[in-house]
């Protein structure tokens, strides 16, 4: 039985070297995603306070960059099924560099809110194009991968994060920390998106052109998009309202507050990078119905014990089972539309953004309404949907008939044997 690919890249196959360097230039497109998140993320209080935003002014501009990652996902799609992956990326981490050089000079909240838009369109369009050739290479190689390259993308935010504190620490302006960022962004695609793959000569083993025809609207697509919104909504609820329900519900100081979120984003990183491991042994099917339910107990928890502790060990287990569900979805449209990767990866993209969008907003009027326990519960309600609809993960075995000889041949270069 083939040992699975797991993020310390590669250690017990040897493929063919045209995956290997396929691999570590999607990884290193995953972990460059992940940054700018972070590097932003860090600025948030000083950019409000330096533009002096009122809390609705930032939830525009928060807003706004979600928005950019909505658009765009339809368009990169497209522009992938007449373009290189490559071309996609390298254009998306130019739109990002610029992006940022844009909030760096924000002198009020429409500036910030166009240059945050520009930086959800480069990060959207490098989400689609990376995720495509993820795809295209699992389905290569056979083996789940998608899982620990999303580890990559909680790892560069990690590493963004601490950075950027660092520096704001240090006393460096977010001007200057955005235009270091937006340098490292043009390096990294100068240096390393080239291996990526390209329309012609070695490449064309991972990506083979797709039809331009219009995407089937299939159940099995529906409902993988509807996973991802589910996962989305779970991560950006929690992102946005965790704090708040450990402050104003169990009555947490600041700094506990903070714990939440620390043990959910630290839980999701540790599970993405086993996920490659765990969805091999246990399937992937298997492996969604039990995170979703995971999540479900997770959040179940803390809003059935508002004790500090507690509350703050159930986002962490809730980190922990949505942290393999997106990868799962975004891995499974190889297989419910092996003709059209790049176009229905955009619409999983889109809808899962658009989850990002809805969910803390969902929750914020809920809340209003009602309280932010009981809103809560309707996240909790879709980890429950999602668990329902694991069975969408399901993989299932490789058409020889739509593989081509390079595919056959780089299978076949797999070594089954732990080094």
Do not use: K
Request: charged share 10%; with cysteine.
């Amino acid at each position: 039985m083939q040992d699975p690919v797991l993020l310390t890249d590669l250690v017990s196959v040897r493929p063919a070297r045209s995956a290997q360097t396929t691999y570590r230039a999607v990884a290193s497109a995953f972990f460059l995603n992940g940054v700018l998140f972070a590097s932003w993320g860090s600025e948030v209080a000083a950019l409000r306070a330096q533009l002096g935003l009122s809390a609705v002014g930032l939830s525009l501009a928060l807003a706004a960059l979600t928005l950019g990652s909505v658009l765009v996902s339809p368009l990169a799609g497209y522009l992938l099924q007449r373009n290189a992956p490559r071309t996609v990326a390298c254009g998306g981490a130019l739109i990002s560099a610029l992006a940022l050089l844009g909030m760096g000079q924000a002198a009020g909240l429409p500036a910030l809110a166009l240059a945050l838009l520009a930086l959800g369109v480069g990060t959207g369009a490098l989400d689609v194009a990376m995720n495509t050739v993820s795809v295209h290479l699992e389905r290569r190689l056979e083996r789940p991968l998608m899982s620990g390259l999303h580890g990559t993308f909680s790892l560069g935010a990690l590493a963004g994060a601490l950075v950027g504190g660092a520096l704001i620490a240090q006393g460096v302006t977010p001007t200057l920390h955005f235009a270091g960022v937006a340098g490292l962004t043009v390096l990294t695609a100068a240096l390393l998106f080239g291996r990526l793959p390209a329309e012609r000569g070695e490449a064309e083993q991972v990506v083979r052109e797709e039809p331009r025809g219009r995407l089937p609207l299939t159940w099995p697509l529906f409902a993988l998009a509807f996973l991802g919104f589910c996962a989305a909504v779970g991560e950006g609820s929690v992102l946005d309202w965790s704090g708040v329900y450990l402050r104003d519900v169990t009555g947490s100081a600041a700094a506990s507050a903070a714990l939440g979120l620390a043990g959910f984003s630290l839980a999701m990183t540790l599970g993405r990078l086993s996920g490659n491991h765990l969805t091999a042994r246990f399937g992937a099917a298997r492996l969604g119905r039990l995170g979703a339910l995971l999540a479900a107990l997770g959040l179940g928890v803390a809003l059935a014990v508002p004790v500090v502790g507690v509350a703050i060990a159930g986002f962490t287990l809730m980190g922990l089972g949505l942290s393999i569900l997106a990868p799962l979805a975004f891995s499974a449209v190889g297989r419910v539309a092996p003709g059209h990767v790049a176009a229905a990866l955009a619409l999983v993209a889109a809808v899962f953004h658009a989850g990002f969008l809805a969910g803390p907003l969902l929750i914020g009027a809920l809340a209003h309404v009602s309280s932010l326990r009981l809103a809560l519960l309707a996240v909790l309600l879709l980890a429950l949907v999602a668990a329902a609809l694991a069975g969408q993960f399901r993989g299932r075995p490789a058409d020889e008939a739509q593989e081509g000889p390079l595919d056959r041949s780089a299978r076949d270069e797999v070594d089954p044997t732990p080094q």
